[in-house]
């Protein structure tokens, strides 16, 4: 008798469970002990857990294929204008080629609604970042994520369940009224939503003073969503606030782990949500830096923690990183703090200039999600196009939609 056992990576929290086991002869659900490290191989069959429920059944080529660049070539080529391919800063070089355009995820996701004769957007980047771009584009543009595993383990963290059960312990301790939300752009269209339903705004890294300062004239307490650091950096270094104006809400405990004092004192409640990759760097990564490569420049992005903020020299959004680097002397040495990908392609670029980059830690550190976008996904996604099969699309229902909108709106009409 044949028998297939589907395993999926399971979460700690899961090791057991019942799982589905197919034979040829019969279905039956057994008690089993799955292996956790088990994975789908890439783009055969589906992980409904990991992938969305949504079927990627492409019949990927190895990475290593040779051909895979002057495919995807010819697929981009076969398409035209129809397609417009988006590469964020963290993608792989391999990827990032055949981006018609590259930045953070806002500004390519305003470029994509810039571009409406192209009918189909492939984002090679998160699914956070795919479904602000549905969002800003019109509804006649589809958006393509190629591979439905790229998340993002930040977004993931505030699911619209806890959101909603924080929102109900503010309002038992009565302070929900003064309350407004600023939620990260990295976050789901859900989260996005409760934000704008509730009267507050979206935030990017580079603007997450000026919502902050509009959301205090709103309101006399913001609650900060997933970003903790993004938070609190901005409000104790660009505004002045005290870390005991700070408090952290970790949805995992009763009443986010806070008495009713602490939440009525609060200025800032902050989410108990980081980024696995910014959130490695370390105070002590900042100060091996230092004695390694003696006048060394430590520049980092936001989403560091707090200690390793407060020990850089200079803080800000990727596109601040690459400003500051276009615009430093020749000579001058950098050690940076954001995804490898990125630093990586700084420092090959600016080397012939004479600027010496290096990353932050000693540890290598890319952002696995991100990651997952690689050519023969994206290759699968341009030739299932090319042929007229759309594929992995990242689609917002429209209430959701509607009041995510009005959430990035407000932001776009921040001062
Ligand atoms: S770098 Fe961090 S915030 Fe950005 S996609 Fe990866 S996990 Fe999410």
Redesign the pocket.
Known sequence: MTRRVRIFPVPASRRTERVRVVTTAQTQELDVQPTPLALLLLGREADPRSERGVECPGDLPSPSDPDLVERARAAKEKLGNKVFVLGHH?QRDEVIQFADVTGDSFKLARDAAARPEAEYIVFCG?HFMAESADILTSDDQKVVLPDLAAG????DMATAEQVAECWDVLTEVGIAEQVVPVSYM?SSADIKAFTGKHGGTICTSSNAKRALDWAFEQGEKVLFLPDQHLGRNTAVRDMGMSLEDCVVYNPHKPNGGLTAAELRAAKMILWRGH????GRFSLDSVNDVRERIPGVNVLVHP?CRHEVVAAADHVGSTEYIIKMLEAAPAGSKWAIGT?LNLVRRLANRFAPEGKEIVFLDKTVCF?S??NRIDLPHLVWALESLAEGNLVNRIEVDKETEAFAKLALERMLALP
């Open positions: 963290y998160v993002c383990s930040m977004a990295n980024c696995s990759v910014h989403e995804e952002c999600t991100m």
